[in-house]
Nanobody, 124 residues
């Protein structure tokens, strides 16, 4: 198993920026992919972004493309989500996740371990 600890959430005005961090520990050698999902009240948890650990191929949902950037620091076993030009509709609890295998990054079932979630609130 992998333990994931998130930080960086908070309250920001529309148009502002936040950077989320997710530090992995435990069996980090098993990680093939790390991703970010988000869940707004009353909605399903949805895919936001992902990055392959071997290499740096990235994936984004259309609604954040061009505004969010996912990156990693392999030495620190940490993944980041830089969020710029934030909109009210970005408001959600953001979850970090780690996958052992190279399955499709868009599905929650592809991931094996999850962080506790961090609240991002964007005022309109």
């Amino acid at each position: 198993q992998v333990q994931l600890v998130e930080s960086g959430g908070g309250l920001v005005q529309a148009g502002g920026s936040l950077r989320l961090s997710c530090a992995a520990s435990g069996r980090t050698f098993t990680i093939s992919t790390m991703g970010w999902f988000r869940q707004a009240p009353g909605k399903e948890r949805e895919f936001v972004a992902a990055i392959r650990w071997s290499g740096t191929r990235t994936y984004y949902t259309d609604s954040v493309k061009g505004r969010f950037t996912i990156s990693r620091d392999g030495a620190k076993n940490t993944v980041y989500l830089q969020m710029n030009s934030l909109k009210h509709e970005d408001t959600a609890v953001y979850y970090c996740a780690a996958a052992r295998y190279g399955a499709a990054v868009y599905y929650r079932t592809s991931y094996d371990d999850w962080g506790q979630g961090t609240q991002v609130t964007v005022s309109s």
